[in-house]
């Protein structure tokens, strides 16, 4: 929805706009789940409000509220899987969707029961420090709106322009802060990927890094030899470069560390020094959602230790091993995971 610079009316990436037009699904939603979830209520309810705001697609429009009002149920539905933030980005839509004369075809109790759980989600101390809450509200920001101070937001700008990689979050910036840095991010993916723009870019390594964990966790990895180490090559120059897309995400960072060191790259542990003590994890995201995976490939990675002498990583073993003890005696971790945390640790 980000209107094109010295004329408000019109969409700076009219292409979006028309992918959209384009792309509707028979039932009226827009996204690629099969099934009715959380993540296709706000894809539909973010492009139902996109085309109202160019005045575009009012047939589009009327079938994606329809979409959006039979399923309302599913928004509210506290045990199905939620992205995060959910209850605050999907009810900053509503409250869009209400200022621009949208009716949304739900009974006016669910409606307030959407804008409760945002309230209740604003107000919840998640885990870790002060930092991890600021990390949080910054992430979730594009359901805040002009609610928010975006000068609290615009420090977690990325060097490629973007805030977590995320193409929503870093168009609601360039709307409330008018970032230019923003606009080139935006601006580069378009031209990339047309009006089809992936939700979270770049996040390539990070995929091809997990594909690679699957595939020897299945014993199969052999079968692809020449496909794993061209993706370990890349990841090598990107690390040997010392690019964001590794550097800048705790899970990222581990991960390709210990693929790099088990597969016989000649790098050093001072990649992950800024990993090295526990107030890394306490100030992130990763600890106000109480997200535990990357503690888990943190301590992975440590475990990768050709000398003993290796500060960097008896450090981050030692506090990553500590913390993971501490969740698992608090029942925070799931029991479907419990078992390979036991192992490891």
């Known amino acids: 929805m980000v209107p094109l610079q ?3 009316q019109d969409p700076c990436y009219p292409q979006c706009a028309q992918w959209i037009l384009d792309n509707q699904q028979l039932d009226g939603s827009w996204g690629q789940s099969a099934e009715v979830n959380k993540e296709t209520l706000l894809s539909t309810l973010a ?33 199905s899987v939620s992205p995060v933030g959910f209850n605050i980005t999907f009810s900053g839509l509503l409250n869009l969707a209400t200022e621009m004369g949208l009716e949304i075809p739900a009974m006016k109790t669910d409606i307030d029961g959407i804008f409760y759980l945002q309230e209740i989600e604003l107000a919840r101390d998640g885990g870790g420090t002060v930092a991890a809450r600021k990390a949080f509200m910054a992430y ?29 979050t870093t168009a609601a910036a360039a709307i409330y802060s008018r970032n230019d840095k923003a606009l080139d991010y935006l601006g580069s993916l ?18 091809q890094l ?10 199969i990895s052999s079968d692809f030899a020449y496909e794993i180490r061209d993706i370990l090559d890349t990841t090598y120059r990107c690390w040997m470069q010392n690019e964001e897309e590794i550097m800048s995400d705790m899970t990222t960072c581990a991960v390709a560390f210990r693929f790099l060191r088990m597969n016989g790259y000649d790098i050093t542990s001072d990649g992950m ?25 943190l301590y992975r990675s440590s475990q990768v230790c050709f000398s003993e002498n290796d500060l960097i990583l008896r450090k981050i073993g030692s ?3 500590k913390v993971l003890k501490q969740q698992l005696s608090s029942g925070k971790i799931s029991k479907s995971l419990t078992p390979e945390w036991l192992y490891l640790v």
């Open 140 to 168: 979730v920001s594009e359901g805040l709106g002009r609610r928010h101070d975006w000068d609290l937001v615009m420090p977690y700008q990325r060097k490629n322009g973007s805030l977590f990689n995320s193409p929503s």
């Open 190 to 207: 378009t031209s990339k990927f047309g009006g089809s723009v992936p939700a979270i870019y770049p996040d390539n390594l990070y995929s």
């Open 273 to 297: 020094a800024q990993f090295a003590e526990q107030s890394c994890y306490d100030g992130s995201i990763h600890a106000y959602l109480n997200d535990i995976k990357p503690l888990l490939e």
């Open 6 to 8: 010295g004329s408000p």
């Open 47 to 79: 492009c139902v409000v996109a085309l109202k705001r160019w005045n575009a697609g009012p047939d589009h429009i009327r079938r994606g509220l329809n979409f959006i009002g039979r399923n309302f149920s599913v928004a509210m539905d506290g045990q």
């Open 319 to 321: 506090w990553s091993a």
């Open 210 to 219: 997990r594909t690679v964990n699957t595939l020897e966790k299945m014993g």
